[in-house]
């Protein structure tokens, strides 16, 4: 049992480069998120995910793209890469309903140059 | 909209002392509560939840929380603190309808310093 599965750990991206930050779990959780920590900001909502083929903006979703083809996955894609991108990514996945442990990735370092 | 404030950005303690990290919300309704740590370089590790029940949470490594509905509050505590409790801390509160999971507001987060 994975739990939620993040790739790549770190990556170095130059301005205007576009890629995808994986997130896989394995728990068939209905519920999965993107966040960013910043530092002094905390945690916040970049999207989220209610089932496959549904999601829906957080707080900061402006230069983010997700989609939920299937339960498993919840890829983040950077379209065109700013360095105000630079921070670190947490997937996280939960089942529907109240009292359920969420469970957070290990997260992805992205730095953008 | 929903918020969390935790008004301490650091705060130092001494081995052995007691602890308390504050952690106030702002939510229209009966609140899904969280308190997260997390080292450097590391992910978030759980401390402990509430949803309902109890209003006092115990948690792991020694932890608790008092939900203070009254007082919008959701403080942690622990009554003797250990050098390998020096991380950041962080306060989080959820929608308790759909389990919070996917919609999760963070506190700016506490970093704690433990002195030997």
């Known amino acids: 049992n994975a739990g939620v599965t993040q790739t790549p750990k770190f990556q170095v991206l130059k301005t205007g480069q576009s890629m995808t930050l994986q997130c896989a779990q394995d728990?068939?959780?209905?519920?999965m998120s993107w966040y960013r920590q910043d530092p002094g900001m905390g945690l916040r909502l970049i999207h989220y995910s209610v089932g496959a083929g549904i999601t829906d903006q957080g707080e900061v979703p402006n230069g983010y793209n997700v989609s939920r083809s299937t339960t498993e996955d919840f890829p983040l894609r950077l379209l065109s890469a700013a360095p105000s991108q630079t921070s670190v990514y947490f997937c996280?996945?939960?089942?529907?309903?109240?009292?359920?442990?969420?469970?957070f990735g290990e997260g992805s370092w992205l730095t953008v140059v | 909209a929903q918020s969390v404030t935790q008004p301490d950005i650091h705060i130092t303690v001494s081995e052995g002392a007691s602890l308390e990290l504050r952690c106030n919300y702002s939510y229209g309704a009966t609140p899904y509560l969280f308190w997260y740590v997390q080292s450097p370089g590391q992910g978030l590790q759980l401390l402990l939840k509430?949803?309902?029940?109890?209003?006092l949470v115990q948690g792991i490594k020694g932890f608790e929380a008092e939900f203070k509905r009254s007082q919008s509050s959701f403080n942690l505590r622990k009554p003797s603190v250990h050098w390998s409790d020096a991380a950041e801390y962080f306060c989080?509160?959820?929608?308790?309808?759909?389990?919070?999971?996917?919609?999760?507001?963070f506190g700016t987060g506490t970093q704690l310093k433990v002195e030997l």
């Open positions: 989080a509160v959820g929608p308790i309808l759909t389990g919070g999971g996917n919609k999760l507001t």
């Open positions: 996280a996945s939960t089942r529907q309903g109240s009292g359920n442990t969420i469970y």
């Open positions: 509430y949803f309902s029940g109890d209003t």
């Open positions: 728990m068939n959780h209905e519920y």
